[in-house]
Protein backbone atom coordinates (compact mmCIF):
# COMPACT_ATOMS: atom_id res chain seq x y z
CA UNK A 1 0.00 0.00 0.00
CA UNK A 2 1.22 3.57 -1.30
CA UNK A 3 1.10 6.47 1.27
CA UNK A 4 -1.14 9.45 0.49
CA UNK A 5 1.37 12.63 -0.15
CA UNK A 6 1.39 14.91 2.60
CA UNK A 7 -0.96 17.53 2.84
CA UNK A 8 0.26 21.16 1.93
CA UNK A 9 -3.13 23.46 1.93
CA UNK A 10 -5.54 23.73 3.95
CA UNK A 11 -9.28 25.62 3.18
CA UNK A 12 -12.60 26.02 5.09
CA UNK A 13 -15.33 28.89 4.14
CA UNK A 14 -17.93 30.29 6.50
CA UNK A 15 -20.92 31.85 5.41
CA UNK A 16 -22.89 34.78 7.34
CA UNK A 17 -27.01 34.44 6.37
CA UNK A 18 -27.50 37.81 8.55
CA UNK A 19 -26.06 39.98 5.81
CA UNK A 20 -27.83 41.01 2.51
CA UNK A 21 -26.25 39.15 0.69
CA UNK A 22 -24.71 36.73 2.88
CA UNK A 23 -21.01 36.98 3.54
CA UNK A 24 -18.74 34.63 2.45
CA UNK A 25 -15.00 34.77 3.58
CA UNK A 26 -12.37 31.69 2.51
CA UNK A 27 -9.20 30.86 4.82
CA UNK A 28 -6.76 29.62 3.00
CA UNK A 29 -3.53 27.78 5.23
CA UNK A 30 -0.65 26.31 2.47
CA UNK A 31 2.72 25.26 3.45
CA UNK A 32 5.82 25.56 1.08
CA UNK A 33 9.46 24.19 1.74
CA UNK A 34 11.58 27.17 2.20
CA UNK A 35 15.73 26.47 2.63
CA UNK A 36 15.51 23.54 5.55
CA UNK A 37 12.34 24.81 6.65
CA UNK A 38 8.61 25.33 6.07
CA UNK A 39 6.88 28.72 4.90
CA UNK A 40 3.36 28.72 6.08
CA UNK A 41 1.38 31.07 4.39
CA UNK A 42 -2.13 32.90 5.48
CA UNK A 43 -5.00 34.09 3.22
CA UNK A 44 -8.43 35.32 4.31
CA UNK A 45 -10.73 36.81 1.78
CA UNK A 46 -14.19 37.53 1.31
CA UNK A 47 -14.66 40.67 2.99
CA UNK A 48 -16.48 43.57 1.23
CA UNK A 49 -14.44 46.64 2.93
CA UNK A 50 -17.02 48.80 1.09
CA UNK A 51 -19.34 47.59 3.85
CA UNK A 52 -18.60 49.01 7.32
CA UNK A 53 -19.39 46.02 9.88
CA UNK A 54 -17.32 43.81 7.42
CA UNK A 55 -14.59 46.20 6.91
CA UNK A 56 -14.50 46.33 10.90
CA UNK A 57 -14.79 42.51 11.59
CA UNK A 58 -11.93 42.09 9.31
CA UNK A 59 -9.81 44.77 10.98
CA UNK A 60 -10.46 43.07 14.29
CA UNK A 61 -9.89 39.44 12.83
CA UNK A 62 -6.59 40.96 11.27
CA UNK A 63 -5.52 42.18 15.01
CA UNK A 64 -6.41 38.75 16.50
CA UNK A 65 -4.14 36.91 14.19
CA UNK A 66 -0.99 39.12 14.55
CA UNK A 67 -1.14 39.71 18.02
CA UNK A 68 -2.68 36.18 19.23
CA UNK A 69 -2.41 33.43 17.04
CA UNK A 70 0.24 33.81 14.86
CA UNK A 71 2.53 34.24 17.83
CA UNK A 72 0.97 31.48 19.83
CA UNK A 73 1.38 29.19 16.43
CA UNK A 74 5.11 30.07 16.40
CA UNK A 75 5.81 29.03 19.89
CA UNK A 76 3.82 25.55 19.40
CA UNK A 77 6.27 25.21 16.20
CA UNK A 78 9.07 25.33 18.25
CA UNK A 79 8.00 23.22 21.01
CA UNK A 80 10.04 19.93 20.79
Do not use: C
Not at 7 to 18: A, E, N, V
Not at 34 to 40: A, D, H, K
Not at 48 to 66: F, I, P, S, V
Request: positive net charge.
Amino acid sequence: MVAPPPLHQLTYSWTDLRGDPPARWLVDWQLRPQGRGTRILLHISGFDLTDRRQKMARNALERGWNNTVLPRLADVVAEP
